[in-house]
């Protein structure tokens, strides 16, 4: 096999990988208000400026060496007010999310055991069993989550093929463009763009790429692309065949029992024609939650251990595993189905650190770097459009919690 062709499929594999995870699960109750038409076009204006945000960064990122952190691009260019308030941000995303996926995952171990046990068992203990042992393989080695992920990996895309296949074929034309209902409305939207910038988060990743493949701009530009459109594609696809199998109208019913994955998977059971797409769509969905958790987890475990200056003994791994996991997993057990609002929540901080700050750090590295290996496609007025879409998604998060703007129920 080429060579190129090779490292080009492993950095795309990277980006759609770390893009793709338990967030994609939130889109179709987030958007039921706005439905498949205007679901689609948010899709599209997502993508455009959360691709256009990682090639500022490889842009900026080429101007240092190989293996240089985003944390040292923003401290360099923006000074380290910046540095510590995007480091903040970061952690904030990362522990915001842990307690969504402490919420999902229990979610949808509950739904599943409920046929079998004949009785719903506790939330509270779905999502500790849930929560700690995932974070076991977190406290035994970085290694032993390596390994581990790249099995769930795998079968989350086996799943997924599997479910959406399965849900396709019971899609309902009638359903999916909501004939009688009228289709979505555009108001909508506003409360749903910090959720799709959660989706197409994966910007951590671009400093790796460099990392790994040096300063080969049409390479990593080629990766970028290319990982991007495999997770467009893949959130394309599972909003139809969600729309197109739950009428608009019971996602009310969705959202009205707490919003959560369980929720969203009982609603397409009750709707489909075969038990085995269900476990399916049950198996991809904890998969998708328990891969999210492992890279959300190892990356704070790996923050809080430097922040800290907890060593890498037991002792010290400990210490570690507590400081990360002990609020997400309470926050879990207190407020149990928070999925989806932690999940906007999370879009709030990540518009500032994958949006706005790579508008800046361009604006910086153009003013600072007369010569540049790579330009980023828009000139200027990318970088203030940037800094606009990042602005203009946290004012609307603000606004969709204080209830100024309209939620779907």
Known sequence: MNKSFTTVLGGSMLVAGTAIGAGMLGLPMISAGMWIYWSTALLLVSWFFMYRASQALLEVNLHYQPGDSFHTLVKDLLGSGWSTANGLAVAFVLYILLYAYVSGGGSVIQQSLT???????????????????????????SRAVDRFSI???????????????????????????????????????????????????????????????????KTINTCLRCGTVIALVCYLLWIVAADGLIPREQFKDVIAAGGNVGNLVAAAGSNLNSSLILRMLEAFSFLAVATSFLGAGLGLFDYIADLCKFDDSRAGRSKTLLVTFAPPIICGLIWPDGFLLAIGWAGLAAAFWSVIVPGLLLRAARRRFKNHAYLTPGGDMLIYLLIAYGVMVAVCHTLFVFNWLPMYK
């Open 115 to 141: 046929p079998m046990l004949g009785a719903e068992p506790p939330r509270m203990l779905t999502s500790l069993v849930f929560s700690l042992g995932l974070a076991a393989f977190i406290w035994y080695s």
């Open 151 to 217: 099995v769930l990996m795998g079968g989350m895309a086996i799943t997924f093929l599997l479910s959406i296949g399965g849900m396709m074929g019971n899609l309902r034309l009638s359903t999916l463009l909501d004939s009688t209902g009228g289709g979505g409305e555009v108001i909508f939207i506003w409360g749903a763009v910090s959720t799709y910038v959660t989706s197409f988060c994966f910007h951590a990743s671009v400093p790796s790429l460099v990392k790994y493949m040096g300063h080969d701009a």
